[in-house]
């Protein structure tokens, strides 16, 4: 009997403790500004362009950082309990580390369906949805198509107008404001695509490689031709039998250009490019992933310019 | 592969053709009446245009259908009539990809052309209102000087998983393990619903749940660093480690430093049911007609460190109680600290993790004589991340048998592991262990492990 009283006392602390906890709650500062969550440093930095001074954007990940494989950080956890409004890249790219920060999150609106979630996909165009059976012998596939979309400018429109649906249905006071930065992305957008598709022109139909299968959006748009990848297959690391393959198919289609992001290993670009007299370009996935790359514009700038001036610098070879 | 995409798009195309076939034919007969009229107009003679430009295009189309039964399936070198027949053919096809640029200077680039947006803004997951279904396949193999050993010196299919996960409905999820251990009943290793949208920064699980022990008690076999569990958590609470079925309830503390401080605390049914095969703690079943004497109680607290970008710590406390009316009076207290470096800047695939666990265990059995027991144990291990695909590390055991007076095992155990892709992974490890509860103290085993996924199995949390 005795024991049992210990055993019910127990139980009744325990939820009295939970109860106490929760009715000591902290209440939430007074927010001046939205906070915005974005899986990817690119969808914070279109978040603040739509958003300007009125929301907080912070991307989990970071610029350097592959996305397919983010820690799901117990600290990000605490951000997306926060977060007034979620976005993330989709098409399965955080399939990996997303689900267990969404469901650990306690922030109900941000699941899918939720009035604070947004799907920056919804309206892009997939590449590469793939046909036919689909599995894991096609590597690390994603099964509703390529999800690195963000270096596509058009794309990036697109995902203004997400990010700008989204602020405004939990800030609708706010509807014109949102509305009118939104327009004046695109606006600029369009200006900047000129000049990049004009500086990028020369070089059309130049043949490439590239480390990952993340440039097909990109090479789409400014027309350049992506004639294979270090990796085997997606996510698997690259053979040397494969590789053997990769470069005789350089030297036969005269590829003079290898693109790798930041942290994907250069030991084996090295020795392509080496095989190949091609040159190797450390280019970002995301703004951040260089320095001077924070927003979306200098992050475009970037990449064109080092690509122009990687492809001028292969001429003749 | 290849084949099947080649065969798919020759089915399309001859879909395509079909239609094709069709339209002369029947811009033809729309055409018949009006083409009798004494004055064509103009509009007939653009259709006529049409038609003439359409049998053109179904003449071509079948000659790139010959040609495409004809190609291998890898990429050829073509002659230049190829490519200028394939350029016609492209061009005579709709864009498959955004690539049509506005030549010139001041171009903007025109839109993607829209293909059927498949999964996106939907739910994203693979399959439609079915749940995820994921296997996962342990084969194994012990070799040891020690044959007291279960499984010694056999290969083993030790443990063949079938995951089952999804929404119940938009308040809360589901997640069901049923396990089929090599020469045992299958049995539900998980199945519980978490609900998600509770008030106050709550959740809570019902269901049979691995319990909020510590760090390493949280992760299904799979999912280890090693190919078993460390000395000290199969000696507290099995080889399978520690699950209950009961209810959970955990609360992300709010506090104004925005640091991650979760605590939990759950109720399962005794640990005469949870532990049944644990070594060590005697194996003794509820009396019929239960209180609430007969339940377990665990509670847990954890909190996480950001030091920078590239290096976190983790720390957490835990807590057990068991007092049955009849039986063994059980608490155990866990401390576990996890720290983890990876540098983000450059060579992403770099990793360190270096975990550690204390078990502090307090046993009263009520013999006669002497039954009350104090006892602890713990483990710690290194582990550093080679590049995209291999692993090196070592764990270090040491504890005390609970239940007993001075008994204890201790081991090393250096590990190699090879992952191509996530999906699966070799390791090769091996361990010396002295223990003082097999006859024959000291034993080398070799560990050789192979575990595959297929399936989506979801994450599982850091």
């Keep these: ?317 | 592969m290849a084949s099947r995409s080649i065969a798919t798009r020759l089915a399309f195309e001859k879909r395509r053709l079909w239609h094709l076939r069709l339209l002369p034919v029947v811009a033809l007969v729309a055409l018949a009446p009006i083409a009798a009229a004494a004055n064509e107009t103009q509009e007939i003679r653009e259709l006529r245009k049409e038609v003439g430009e359409l049998r053109d295009a179904v003449r071509e189309l079948k000659g790139q259908l010959r040609q495409l039964k004809g190609q291998p399936p890898a990429p050829v070198a073509t002659t230049e009539q190829e490519k200028e027949l394939e350029a016609e053919i492209r061009a005579a096809m709709p864009p498959l990809a955004p690539g049509t640029l506005a030549p010139g200077v001041g171009a903007v680039a025109a839109a993607p052309p829209v293909q059927p947006a498949v999964g996106a803004g939907i739910g994203k997951s693979s399959s439609i209102l079915n749940p995820d279904i994921s296997f996962n396949g342990d084969f194994t193999f012990l070799g040891t000087d020690n044959r007291q050993l279960n499984k010694a010196n056999r290969f083993s299919f030790r443990e063949a998983e079938v995951g089952f996960q999804a929404p119940i409905d938009p308040y809360a999820r589901a997640d069901a393990f049923i396990t089929f251990d090599e020469g045992e009943s299958p049995g539900v290793e998980e199945a519980y619903a978490t609900f998600l949208t509770l008030p106050y920064n709550l959740q809570a699980r019902i269901g049979k749940f691995r319990l909020s022990f510590g760090k390493n008690n949280l992760l299904h076999r799979h999912a280890l660093s090693q190919t078993d569990r460390p000395l000290a958590e199969v000696a507290n609470f099995g080889e399978e480690g520690l699950s209950g079925t009961g209810i959970g309830v955990s609360y992300l503390v709010p506090n104004p430093w925005d640091q991650y401080v979760l605590v939990t605390g759950e109720v399962a049914n005794g640990l005469g049911e949870e532990l049944e095969g644990a070594q060590g703690i005697p194996l003794e079943r509820p009396a019929p007609g239960r209180s609430l004497d007969d339940f377990v109680y665990v509670g847990h607290a954890q909190s996480f460190f950001d030091l920078n970008a590239n290096n976190n710590i983790e720390v957490g406390g835990s807590f057990l109680a068991n007092e049955p009316r009849s039986g063994t009076d059980t608490r155990v207290y866990g401390v576990d600290l996890t720290y983890r470096w990876r540098p983000l800047a450059q060579q992403g695939y770099r990793q360190f993790l270096w975990r550690s666990e204390g078990y502090f265990t307090h046993q009263d059995t009520h013999a006669a004589g002497r039954s009350v027991f104090d006892t602890s144990g713990g483990y710690t291990y290194g582990e550093y991340r080679l590049g995209q695909t291999q692993w090196v590390g070592t764990r270090v055991d040491w504890t005390e048998i609970p239940g007993t007076s001075g008994k204890k095992e201790w081991g090393v155990y250096p590990y190699f592991t090879f992952s191509p892709l996530e999906f699966g992974y070799f390791r090769v490890g091996y361990e010396y262990v002295r223990s003082d509860r097999l006859n024959d103290k000291d034993s080398h085993r070799v560990w050789l492990q192979y575990n595959f996924s297929i399936g989506p199995h979801a994450a599982h949390a850091f």
């Design chain 1, 1 to 317: 009997m005795k024991k049992m009283a210990v055993a019910g006392r127990r139980a009744f602390a325990l939820v009295g403790g939970v109860l106490l906890l929760a009715a000591a709650e902290l209440p939430a500062p007074a927010a001046a500004k939205l906070y915005v969550v974005t899986t990817t440093p690119d969808l914070a930095a279109i978040a603040r362009e739509v958003g300007g001074d009125k929301v907080e954007a912070e991307s989990l990940a970071l610029g350097t950082q592959d996305p397919h494989f983010v820690d799901a950080k117990p600290s990000f956890i605490v951000k997306l309990n926060r977060a007034d409004l979620y976005v993330k890249r989709g098409l399965d790219l955080e399939v990996g580390w997303a689900p267990v920060l969404e469901k650990g999150a306690r922030n109900p609106d941000i699941l899918y369906g939720g009035r604070r979630h947004v799907d920056a996909s919804d309206g892009i165009a997939p590449l590469e949805i793939p046909t036919g059976v689909l599995s894991r012998a096609l590597g690390d596939v994603h099964p509703f198509g390529n999800p690195h979309y963000q270096r596509d400018p058009i794309a990036a429109k697109t995902i203004a107008k997400n990010v700008a649906d989204g602020l405004i249905r939990i800030d609708s006071d706010n509807r014109a404001y949102y509305e009118q930065r939104r327009d004046d992305f695109d606006r600029r957008i369009d200006e900047r695509l000129a000049g990049w598709l004009q500086e990028l022109a020369p070089y059309r139909g130049a043949k490439i490689v590239t480390y990952h299968k993340s440039w097909e959006y990109f090479t789409a748009r400014f027309g350049l031709d992506s004639i294979g990848e270090m990796e085997p297959k997606p996510g698997v690391a690259p053979s040397p039998a494969h590789l053997a393959e990769l470069i005789n198919l350089m030297i036969a289609q005269h590829a003079k250009l290898v693109i790798r992001e930041p942290f994907y290993p250069d030991n084996l670009t090295r020795v392509v490019a080496e095989k190949t007299e091609a040159t190797v370009v450390t280019l970002p996935e995301s703004p951040g992933g260089v320095p001077g790359t924070d927003d979306y514009f200098s992050f475009m700038d970037y990449i064109v310019k080092q690509v122009a001036h990687a492809l001028q610098e292969t001429k003749g070879r």
